[in-house]
Structure formats: C-alpha cells, structure tokens
C-alpha cells in the first residue's frame, strides 16, 4: 500500500425514493453504454457546449495548473494544495470550526442520515436547498485554479453539483457499509471532486480517503455491483496499487471519482476527521437536473453563473 505525504442520538434515517426511470439510469451509467447516453445528450446541446467551452478560454492559464491538469488526466487524482487559495481554504475551515463546535445540535437536525459513521453539517446553511453564492464553500469551489485544472480535464467550463462538509467519526462495532467500502461514483460519467481536508490526517487510523489510480481502476468501469469489499477488490488489483491521502489540515486535492475505485471514513481511532467536499461534473447531466443547489447573493460573473447554472 503506498502513502501520499503531502503539505446525541440522531433520528431515524430517512429513505430516499428513487423512480424506476432513475434506476435505470444509474445501472446504464455504471457501464459504457452510459458513454452513448452521454454523447447523445451532448450532442443535443452543441451551441451550448461550444458557449462553456469560450468561458472556459476566459480563464487564466499557469504552468502549474497545466501540470496539474494533464496529471489528472493521466492518473485520476492531483495534488493541489500549492496552487489553491490559501485565504479561502482558512475561511472553509473557519465555518467548519464553527460547526464542530455546535456538533450535538446540528447532527440531530442533518437531513442526510443514512450513514451512522459521518454527519452532514452545512444543512441549516440552506435556503430552499440552496447555498448561498457568496458562502465560503462556494466560494473556494469557484476559484480560478479550480475551475481551470477540472475544465482543462473535461474539456469545458465545469458545472458545480454540490458542496458539503462531512464529520468522519469512529464506528467500531459497525460493518463497513457505504462510502467505507469501494466504489465509484455515477452522478456522471465525468465527475471530479475538489476536497479539503480540515483536520490532520496522520496515518490509515484517521480514515484517510483513499483510491486506486485511474489505471488499476479500469478493471471495475462496468461492474454493475456498487460496493466491493477489500477482498472483492484485491483479487483483481492486489493491495500494491492503494495510494491513501495522508496529508495535514488544509491540503487540498482533486480525484476522478468516476474513474478511481475510492473509499474512505474508516476511523480507527479516537479521532475524527473533518472533510470539504465540492462536486463538479460536466453538462449536459445525465441524470434529471435536481432543483437549484445554489442561490445567487451579491455580484456574480457571467462565468460563475455557468458554473452554478444560475
């Protein structure tokens, strides 16, 4: 396995419901025919793509960020702690002290409750669903660095699905069971996260998030099973191809979740671990778009307004 170093009771879960016509989108998306869905929704929308793809040209380029890019590309996941905004990643963490903080109260009110080993704390942040453009979450999703580095790799201006700030905490008498088993993620089938981590992530007892390079990970594109078992997943690719995360409070790092077999939040020890997440995929969704996940505050560019779909 080889490690990346780099700078109150809660109420009963709720089940989600999902229509049948979902469900066979998501099955026909965990293979290549979900490719053939994709360039036909694409292709569809040709005047629109070609209008994200000159405000993707808008942005500033830098070597760095190239480099990053084309690493991304080749690998499924960069580091970018170096090239991100250090004062924005200061200002997510200040919200997400403020939170941990208030831990008991606002983990009895997350609407997301499905998985018992990590809490959801920016719910009471939402209005209608909806963040607010100038929150600090939004806002280091949105940076140029960002934007740029994903874009490069999707070949066109990134949308932004989500932002969330997830409280990893140990559950030793509990099986592993969702995110802490393998798997890849279909919200798309181009999909990248931007993540933060807001507390130090010193060894594999923290519940560091950790993947397998979009090489290896070939061998699981089409399996229609969502979450493996270590052993499921070393019988094809041996445990020598794991990379973990092990990094400080305040390192950053982008990941194609589509493409690298990833898990994470497995706590073994007395600690937790605090993480930001942003989603971006790329338009056309495949999926129904869902109602507005942001909601317009303050001045915003023509450009953030495509990325927020506003």
């Known amino acids: 396995m080889t490690t990346i170093n780099t700078a109150a009771d809660q109420p009963a879960p ?8 979902r469900r066979i989108l998501w099955h026909v998306n965990r293979t290549d025919l979900g490719w053939v869905l994709k360039a036909a929704l694409s292709a569809l929308h040709l005047p629109a793509r ?19 890019s084309r690493k991304l590309a080749e690998d499924g996941y960069v580091d970018v702690s170096a090239l991100v905004d250090r004062n924005l990643a200061e200002a997510v963490a200040a919200v997400a002290n403020n ?25 009471e942040d939402l209005v209608n669903g909806a963040f607010a ?32 700030l997830t409280l990893s905490q140990p559950t030793p008498k509990q099986p592993l069971s969702y995110s802490q088993l393998w798997h890849l993620d279909h919200d798309d089938k181009r999909v990248c996260k931007l993540f933060i981590y807001l507390t130090d992530v010193q060894d ?39 990379k973990e995360m092990i990094a400080p409070r305040l390192s950053s790092f982008i990941v194609n979740t ?23 995929i790329q338009q056309p969704r495949i999926f129904p778009e869902p109602p507005p996940r942001f909601r317009a505050v303050g001045a915003l560019t023509e450009l953030e307004r495509a990325v927020m779909r506003l």
């Open 133 to 164: 453009t100038d929150h600090p979450f939004v806002r280091y999703a949105l940076q140029p660095a960002a934007l740029r580095i994903i874009g490069d790799v999707m070949h066109d201006l990134p949308q932004l699905s989500d932002v969330l």
């Open 204 to 242: 594999t007892a923290d519940g560091p998030f950790t993947f397998i390079p979009a090489g290896p990970s070939k061998a699981f594109r089409n399996s229609l099973k969502s979450h493996l078992s270590d052993a499921q997943v070393f019988a094809k690719t041996g445990p020598d191809v794991v």
């Open 258 to 280: 589509a493409r690298c077999l990833h898990m994470g939040s497995r706590i073994e020890s007395d600690r937790s671990r605090l993480l930001y997440t942003a989603t971006y």
């Open 14 to 21: 709720r089940k989600q419901r999902i229509s049948q016509f």
């Open 99 to 123: 939170k941990v903080s208030r831990l008991n109260e606002l983990s009895g009110k997350q609407q997301l409750g499905h998985k018992s080993f990590w809490v959801s704390l920016l719910d």
């Open 50 to 68: 070609a209008k994200r793809v000159a405000r993707l040209n808008q942005l500033p380029t830098k070597p760095e960020w190239t480099e990053a």
